[in-house]
């Protein structure tokens, strides 16, 4: 985190730009909060104000009054204090953060006054959207006594939170909702916003988004809010935001307290109180003073089942970022999977799999090594021997990992399917589709996707093959679009958000999209199966681009709306990997098999995709 000085001039900037586009307008006479109390001092109130701006901006207070409630030591150091007097009005936050940049001289309990300058620090910098934190800066802290009471917790819970989100944007110049008086009994952000900075509590609570390698955990407050069959809380639609998550940190450093290890629909048992805090990596965040115990539940990798000798299983997994310097454990894990939770498909479309030697950047494409060690893993964990077509991309021109270079791979069981190879394909040239003996086929097997479109200017290029099982042709084509990097969070000051990313992905959706019409223009019966990492959900743009003209359709909207994810992100269970199939597939079996997306010991942070048909 930047310099306290250079944070307020940048914040300042900001606050100043917005005010003169009219964005802030108001924010300084929202409140009757907005100037000092009565008796002449600035209480924390009237520096929180009843709009998501301080009306106190870049000004400077001092007799402040509190009793500190959390101090942190690691990361943005500083500590939060909390007023034991509040005022009537609920949209005013009784505590705030104070940041001294170094490990804070005060402790819990203390009573302390502050002088400094009110500052708002935006996560992320303004180019993300993020809403801001409203903090004290370049702080003179004086102890007047210890170990005091500290201020009620308050407690969020199912009836506290609100069941809609946020307001409209277009009740708010420009979409943001920054100069908007808080209405913390009508929406969710406007409840944890007028909560920023005060003591909270939680009682018992599921948890929905696993322990991560940040010492992060997510649980809800609202145990029934889309909640599915393995404990997760379901994001199914942009405009039915799951309200009662809440990203759990701890303040007490790891080295003295580690932060307990959970997966989805384990319990946060007991009690979990300490200051809310916002931040960049999942907006409102329980920071815990004393964290409750983890109850686990014992949640299960999947296991689908095999396919029939007349069946085709096709699945899509994405193995993050593997190369041969990862661990062999990794291998043998990802493999394991391959051989007995996804019962050894015929044909995996494989998307991440780096160059031989991984991210070091020195021209290397090649990835024979890293597939080789692969499907050796494989076939000692009692898998097939599978073989395997790919096509090296042009160095650095694929995104993902600087040096990895990372790419999609076809494997396939020769005992059971069999890879028509049409010389040809590279990085650069493109596949087209013919007719051949009254049938559609591709110019080149495997073979890119129109690889020359910006539309996949960074980005990974489709990779289509043409197999064939049991005298029927099946085309494939593998892809990783796009990653939403650069969208705005959904707790973004912007409701909705703006998602950027999508232009892209839209794109490339469209391209694939009459790929596929051309195919089946050809062949009208064509059996045709779109999979991979589409980095978008089902009910999405994307989908819809994907499957224009009804050459399409999502298999995974054939499952229930419960059990339809494949990855878990700030506790939202969502649908990023998909298997798209044409028309002439109607009767199919799909599964999403849930091996890592809800765990904490994870060999790849995607939920692998199966599906069966008899071509």
């Known amino acids: 985190m930047p310099a306290a000085s250079s944070r307020t001039t940048a914040v300042s900037a900001v606050v100043t730009a917005a005010l003169a586009a009219g964005l ?7 409140s009757a909060s907005a100037e000092p109390s009565a008796d002449g001092q600035v209480r924390i109130h009237d ?9 106190l901006t870049g000004r400077q207070v001092s007799g402040v009054e509190g009793i500190v409630t959390g101090v942190r030591t690691y990361g943005s150091k500083g500590f939060w204090f909390q007023d034991p007097n509040p ?12 940041y001294t940049g170094s490990a804070p001289a005060v402790a819990v309990g203390d009573a ?19 809403q801001s934190l409203t903090q004290i800066t370049k702080p003179t802290v004086a102890v007047v006594s210890s170990g005091n009471a500290l201020p009620a917790p308050v407690t969020v819970s199912a009836r506290s939170v609100p069941s809609r989100y946020t307001p409209s944007g277009d009740l708010a110049a420009g979409g943001s909702i920054d100069a908007l008086t808080l209405a913390p009994s009508r929406y969710a952000l406007d409840y944890y916003e007028s909560l920023e900075g005060m003591n909270i509590r939680i009682g018992t609570s599921r948890v929905i988004g696993a322990t991560d390698a940040h010492a992060e955990l997510w649980v809800t407050v609202k145990p029934h809010e889309h909640a599915n ?25 790891l080295a003295e307290q580690p932060f307990p290890t959970a997966d989805v629909g384990d319990v946060l048992s007991g009690t979990t109180e300490g200051p809310l805090d916002f931040n960049q990596y999942g907006g409102y965040t329980l920071t815990a003073r004393t964290m409750g115990t983890v109850t686990g539940k014992g949640l299960r990798r999947e296991t689908t089942r095999k396919q029939r000798g007349g069946e085709l299983a096709v699945a899509t997994y994405n193995v993050e970022n593997l190369d041969p310097g990862d661990p062999q454990e990794k291998f043998d894990a990802l493999a394991a999977a391959v051989v ?4 050894s498909p015929d044909i995996v479309a494989l998307e991440e799999i780096q160059d031989d030697n991984g991210a070091t950047d020195d021209g290397t494409v090649a990835a024979g090594r890293t597939v080789e060690k692969f499907t050796a893993a494989i076939a000692a964990a009692g898998g097939p021997a599978y073989e395997w ?10 995104g993902g990992e600087p040096g990895g270079n990372i790419r999609q791979v076809f494997l396939f069981n020769p005992e059971r399917v069999s890879f028509t190879d049409r010389a040809g394909g590279d990085a650069t040239t493109a596949t087209d589709v013919v007719r051949e003996r009254g049938r559609a086929a591709l110019t080149l097997s495997p073979g890119r996707i129109d690889p020359a479109n910006a539309a996949w200017k960074d980005s990974r290029k489709p990779l289509a093959g043409e197999f064939a099982f049991r005298g029927r042709t099946v085309f494939v084509v593998a ?3 796009a990653s939403k990097g650069g969208d705005e969070s959904i707790f973004s000051q912007h409701q909705p958000p703006t998602r950027s990313s999508e232009v892209q992905r839209h794109a490339q959706a469209g391209v694939v999209n009459t790929f596929v019409k051309k195919l089946l223009s050809v062949q009208k019966n064509a059996d045709v199966l779109v999979v991979g990492d589409i980095n978008d959900f089902e009910f999405s743009g994307t989908a819809e681009a994907l499957s224009s003209g009804g050459v399409l359709y999502p298999a995974v909207k054939s499952l229930p709306r419960q059990e339809r994810y494949s990855y878990v992100y700030q506790g939202n269970t969502q649908v990023l990997d998909q298997i798209l199939t044409s028309p002439s597939i109607g009767d199919f079996d799909y599964d999403s098999v849930h091996i890592n997306a809800e765990f904490a010991a994870q060999n790849s942070d995607h939920d692998p995709q199966v599906l069966r048909f008899r071509p």
């Open 479 to 481: 892809n990783h679009f």
């Open 87 to 98: 005022d009537a009005d609920p949209a005013t936050s009784e505590g705030v953060f104070v």
């Open 340 to 343: 007995h939770n996804l019962a």
């Open 389 to 398: 077509r790919s096509i090296d991309p042009e160095d650095k021109k694929d």
């Open 24 to 30: 802030l307008t108001g924010a300084a006479t929202a």
């Open 112 to 130: 302390v006054t502050v002088a400094g300058t009110v500052a708002e620090y935006v996560p992320g910098g303004a180019s993300s959207g993020n």
């Open 229 to 253: 069959r393995r404990g997760g809380t379901v994001y199914g639609s942009y405009t039915a935001q799951n309200t009662g998550r809440l990203q759990i940190q701890s303040l007490v450093p």
């Open 47 to 55: 520096i929180q104000g009843a709009t998501r701006i301080s009306p």
